[in-house]
C-alpha cells in the first residue's frame, strides 16, 4: 500500500515565525502536491512537483514555497506565517500527472 | 477562471434513501475523479472517467461523466451510516490544471 506521511498532525505557531511541512511517500510516486482544505472552499492547490528540484505553481501559491530534494520528500515552507494560513494542510502523490491521488493524514495548523 | 462547481454543499438524508451529487465546469474536462473523505479523515480516490457518456459503477454507487465532459454525477443507491462523509469530484483541464469540487457533505440518519 502506498504511504504518504506527514511530519505534524496538529502544528500551532506564531504570527511570523517560518513554518516547514514535511511529507514523505514511499511508493517512489514521481508526483507530489500540496493542498489547503478550508471549510466550503474544498481542496485548493499550493503546489505541485513532477521531478526532484523541480516545482509548479497551483492556483493559491502566495505567501508559500516548496521544496524538493529527493523524490520521495515535498516539503511546504510557510516563510513568515499569517493567520489567513490558518487551515488544512493536505500532502499527496501520484505516480504520474494527476492520477489517481494517495493523500497523507494532513497537518492542521493554526497561526496566532 | 476554469473551475468545477459542486452541489449541494450539504445533503442529509434518512438510511435507505439514494443520494446525488454533482460537478459542473464550464470549460470541457480531460477527466474527472472522485474522492471520498470520511470525517477527520483524508481524501480517498473512488474513481477516475475519462470518457463522452461514461458510466461506472461500485456496488451502490454510479458515476456518470456528461457527453459533453462538462458534468459528472455520483449517485448513491440505498445509502448506509458507512456512506457518511464528504465526496468530491476534481477535475483536470487541458494545459495541466487540476481543480477540486467544493465537496458535498453526506450525513446518513439511521
Known amino acids: 500500500d502506498v504511504k504518504v506521511t506527514q511530519s505534524s498532525r496538529y502544528l500551532v505557531k506564531r504570527t511570523g515565525e517560518k513554518v516547514f511541512l514535511e511529507c514523505v511517500q514511499d511508493?517512489?510516486?514521481?508526483?507530489m502536491f500540496w493542498y489547503r482544505q478550508d471549510p466550503g472552499l474544498g481542496l485548493r492547490l499550493i503546489y505541485f512537483s513532477y521531478d526532484v528540484k523541480m516545482k509548479e505553481k497551483g492556483d493559491i501559491p502566495e505567501g508559500y514555497s516548496v521544496s524538493r530534494e529527493k523524490k520521495e520528500r515535498f516539503s511546504l515552507i510557510l516563510e513568515s506565517a499569517s493567520t489567513n494560513q490558518t487551515s488544512m494542510y493536505l500532502c499527496?502523490?501520484?505516480?504520474?500527472?494527476?492520477?489517481?491521488?494517495?493523500f497523507g493524514p494532513g497537518t492542521r495548523l493554526t497561526v496566532t | 477562471g476554469q473551475q468545477v462547481m459542486q452541489i449541494p454543499q450539504y445533503q442529509h438524508v434518512q438510511e435507505g434513501e439514494d443520494f446525488t451529487t454533482y460537478c459542473n465546469s464550464s470549460?470541457?474536462?480531460?477527466?474527472i475523479q472522485w474522492y471520498k473523505q470520511r470525517p477527520g479523515g483524508h481524501p480517498v480516490f473512488l474513481i477516475q472517467l475519462v470518457k463522452s457518456g461514461e458510466v461506472k459503477k461500485q456496488k451502490r454507487l454510479t458515476f456518470q461523466f456528461g457527453e459533453a465532459k462538462k458534468n459528472s454525477s455520483l449517485h448513491i443507491t440505498a445509502t448506509q451510516t458507512t456512506d457518511v462523509g464528504t465526496y468530491f469530484c476534481?477535475?483536470?483541464?487541458?494545459?495541466?490544471?487540476?481543480?477540486f469540487g467544493t465537496g458535498t457533505s453526506l450525513t446518513v440518519i439511521p
Open positions: 476534481a477535475g483536470t483541464y487541458t494545459g495541466n490544471q487540476f481543480y
Open positions: 470549460t470541457t474536462l480531460s477527466n
Open positions: 499527496a502523490s501520484s505516480l504520474g500527472g494527476f492520477a489517481e491521488q494517495y
Open positions: 511508493m517512489d510516486h514521481e508526483n
